[in-house]
């Protein structure tokens, strides 16, 4: 078990009444759908880090709105802190990138369909209720 936090970032993309959900690639929690992010890499910040993973994972460009929240979960051996923010759609198609297998909108009334992790179905409600 690593005794080292990975420090990670989230992002809660939305386009009207959308969010955006990758299907993760890599692990932890490979196969399941989740929103973008990924590692936070040497003197990057949070948010730049954010908007790198959201590009690179889906090939969308958005604007930051606000940090949603700070979780701090074990996954697989590993501790990670997950730096949550959400952004508002610019530009771009979904398309998956890097780490991802697959990438699309879905309308938050329908995200009951994709069984998100707990954390990540609190954290795409907590952004929401504060747009």
Do not use: H, Q, W
């Given at each position: 078990m690593s005794k080292e936090f990975i420090n990670c970032t989230g992002i809660v993309c939305f386009k009207g009444d959308?969010?955006?959900?990758?299907?993760?690639?890599?692990?932890?929690?490979?196969?399941?759908w989740s929103i973008p992010g990924g590692k936070i890499e040497f003197g990057e910040t949070e948010m730049k880090a954010a908007l790198r993973e959201l590009y690179e994972?889906?090939?969308?460009?958005?604007s930051i709105e606000k940090k949603i929240n700070q979780v701090v979960v074990n996954l697989e051996g590993?501790?990670?802190i997950l730096h949550n923010y959400s952004a508002i759609w610019i530009s771009?198609?979904?398309?998956?990138g890097s780490?991802?297998?697959d990438?699309?909108?879905?309308k938050l009334n329908k995200l009951s369909k994709y069984k998100l992790w707990k954390k990540t179905q609190e954290t795409i409600n907590a952004a929401y209720n504060e747009e």
């Open positions: 959308e969010v955006l959900l990758i299907k993760r690639g890599n692990p932890p929690r490979k196969g399941e994972e889906t090939g969308i460009k958005a590993f501790k990670y771009g198609k979904p398309t998956p780490d991802a297998l990438a699309k909108f879905i």
